[in-house]
């Protein structure tokens, strides 16, 4: 995969095949990987320093074929499952697991860590949309997919189901607490679904695209409503719980949020700010006073319109982080293997890798009810 | 919450992670003792740098690992060099990596030919996909496009016959 510009990717055959760079990278054949509802932020050309030439993906999952004189966890075989975080498991935040914010992965900015394929503003390594792709730090990150488990559940394992995870996490749910959820994409969907295994007594979704309410009504076994078809959504979310708001509130949207005529033509059109913040600004809102924000979706790295003072008087906890998926694999495997999640209920597109251009459209612009694309390589045998 | 559970038999694993210390929930600080001396760890082995990486100013040199992916280079990377003068707080280095990302979409056109590469820039916005699935939506812009062209050809001629 190689990005041109906005909304302009192709598949190459002229990238060079990866090299060990440093004693402790593995390279790894691709056998699956995902386009995110992140990647889509970096495809519309709002995140800063991605570069003409980048291979995106940060999803990914493949067979080691590599590795470099310091690795010792893997050898050439193994079928592994990569964390979207690059880290390096021995700074003071990798030593706290928050593997999204180590310290030895990004030079290029220090409030965040190394992504795989996310722009030079999380390190400029190239993703997994690839046949082959450099794991650095190969001892920390990958897991070994256990014999048992499908590949489509391994590979949504990298980053939607974890991230999902986090967000129902750090919202800190109670036992019976109202939880809502801004977003019915991938994440959005996960968090819905993680939320009752906190203990939700009601968990609802919000978004503007039926056929996306129509799935998490159906795979998460909650309440969704279209903000289009209401009149005002924090009005509506304030009413049908009890007049004090939510318990907890989930933004799992981030920066390309609908909803909000000057959030769009400001954040989205303009790039006067970093982002639409339209799902943050409803979540604020639509909590009770002393309630839990939890902010998953992704934003860029300058200033936003957020109602800051709402936060203040209403006694609102905020957490947010980009998730640590290396601490809550071995959770969220058991979850697995225990059918409390069944995360490749998810997948409604496999797409060959050479038609990654079109993948990126069909995603991006909503069609075919797409929920979640997973591209094969050529290379992949499984 | 025996009630509770009842009520939700219906939902796969509800509440199996429900944990009352799960206030203010994850990451809570992990104290060690020597947190003074949290900067004082054992770095990993330096990746050895044999492309031009930039980096935060807010930072002492590079990180034990680095992506290499595209070096900065050409108008965009003076561009990029610059913006890296400034900290990650600063309007100064986010807006001109976005003009320098902008101006690098150019170069990649330009690069394209250089290696006598025509860009199907159909292709690559996913134009096949949009035939497939979005027909109707397609013809529309389509039309639309021509008959905005059409007018503003027709304006400028007016205008320039005016003149």
């Known amino acids: 995969m190689n990005y041109r510009g906005p909304f302009r990717v192709r598949a190459d055959r002229d990238k060079p095949y990866p090299e060990i760079l440093h004693p402790g990278d593995a390279i790894v054949r691709v056998t699956r990987s995902c386009i995110c509802g992140s990647d889509l932020h970096l495809y519309h050309g709002l995140v800063p320093d991605t570069r003409v030439g980048m291979t995106f993906g940060h999803e990914f999952t493949g067979v080691v074929v590599e590795t470099g004189s310091l690795v010792e966890k893997l050898k050439p075989g193994d079928h592994v499952l990569v964390p979207f975080n690059i880290a390096c498991g021995v700074c003071p935040f990798c030593k706290q697991e928050l593997y999204g914010n180590c310290h030895e992965s990004n030079a290029e900015a220090t409030a965040v860590g190394g992504i795989f394929g996310y722009s030079h503003t999380a390190g400029g390594y190239d993703g997994g949309q690839a046949e082959y792709v450099r794991v650095p730090y190969a001892d920390v990150g990958p897991v070994v997919i256990p014999p048992e488990m499908d590949p489509d559940d391994a590979v949504l394992l990298t980053d939607v189901l974890p991230t999902g995870y986090q967000a129902a996490e750090m919202g800190g749910i109670k036992i019976g607490d109202t939880v809502v959820v801004f977003g019915a994409g991938p994440v959005g969907i996960m968090a819905a679904k993680c939320a009752w295994l906190f203990g939700a007594g009601r968990v609802i979704v919000i978004d503007h695209l039926e056929y996306r309410l129509d799935f998490v009504r159906n795979y998460a076994q909650c309440e969704a409503y279209n903000f289009r078809s209401l009149e005002d959504p924090v009005l509506f979310l304030k009413k049908t719980t009890g007049d004090y708001g939510a318990d907890v509130c989930i933004d799992a949207v981030g920066c390309e949020a609908a909803g909000s005529a000057m959030q769009t033509i400001t954040g989205r059109k303009m790039l006067l700010q970093a982002g639409s913040a339209t799902a943050l600004y409803w979540a604020i809102n639509s909590v009770k006073k002393g309630g839990i924000v939890s902010i998953v979706g992704v934003y860029g790295p300058t200033f936003n319109f957020v109602p800051i003072g709402n936060v203040v008087n209403k006694g609102i906890t905020i957490r947010a982080n980009q998730t640590s998926v290396k601490r809550l694999l071995p959770k969220l495997i058991s979850h697995i293997q225990s059918g409390y999640i069944n995360p490749k209920a998810i997948v409604t597109h496999r797409v060959p890798l050479e038609e990654v251009a079109d993948a990126y459209h069909i995603f991006s612009s909503k069609l075919d009810n797409c929920i979640k694309p997973v591209l094969i390589p050529p290379s992949a045998y499984i | ?163």
């Not at chain 2, 939700?8 to 992990?30: C, L």
């Not at chain 2, 979005?134 to 812009?141: D, E, H």
Request: no cysteine; glycine share 10%.
């Open chain 2, 1 to 163: 919450m025996e009630n509770e559970k009842s009520k939700f038999d219906h939902i796969k694993g509800w509440a199996v992670d429900a944990d009352s210390r799960n206030e203010p929930t994850y990451p809570m600080k992990k104290y060690t003792g020597d947190d003074h001396q949290r900067l004082n760890y054992t770095r990993p082995y330096q990746q050895p740098r044999n492309v031009e990486v930039l980096h935060s100013n807010e930072r002492p040199g590079l990180t034990a690992v680095f992506g290499t992916s595209v070096p900065p280079s050409g108008l965009s990377g003076k561009v990029r060099r610059y913006a890296f003068n400034y900290s990650e707080g600063s309007f100064g280095h986010w807006l001109p990596l976005l003009l320098a990302d902008r101006i690098n979409v150019a170069e990649g056109i330009i690069d394209d030919f250089r290696k006598g590469v025509i860009p199907n820039i159909l292709s690559e916005k996913g134009w096949k996909a949009e035939w497939k699935y979005n027909r109707k939506g397609l013809v529309q812009k389509v039309l639309v496009t021509a008959a905005v062209t059409v007018v503003v050809i027709g304006l400028l001629r007016k205008g320039n016959a005016n003149g």
